[in-house]
């Protein structure tokens, strides 16, 4: 599976955020989902703990499906 951002590297990252905190995410409750390479990744900060939050990438996962 490519990078959804690049889409030229592997993905080996994957992020999804379900509708309700701690639910297992399903194609019910699924409200983003971002499948990244290691370089995308680090570049917004998904390897810091600390500066990161998967909702600010939620424009991120819009790009990548083109809305």
């Known amino acids: 599976m490519l ?4 889409k030229e590297r592997e993905a ?4 999804s955020l379900s509708e309700y ?3 297992e995410p399903t194609e019910a409750n699924l ?5 990244l390479c ?3 990744a680090r ?3 998904v390897n810091d703990p ?3 939050s998967l909702v600010d990438l939620l424009p ?3 790009k990548a499906r083109g809305e």
Do not use: T
């Open 60 to 62: 991120l996962a819009k």
């Open 21 to 23: 905190a701690g639910a």
């Open 3 to 6: 990078c959804c951002l690049c």
């Open 12 to 15: 080996k990252v994957h992020l």
């Open 43 to 45: 570049k917004h900060g």
């Open 50 to 52: 600390a500066g990161f």
């Open 38 to 40: 290691e370089e995308c």
């Open 31 to 35: 409200v983003a989902k971002l499948d």
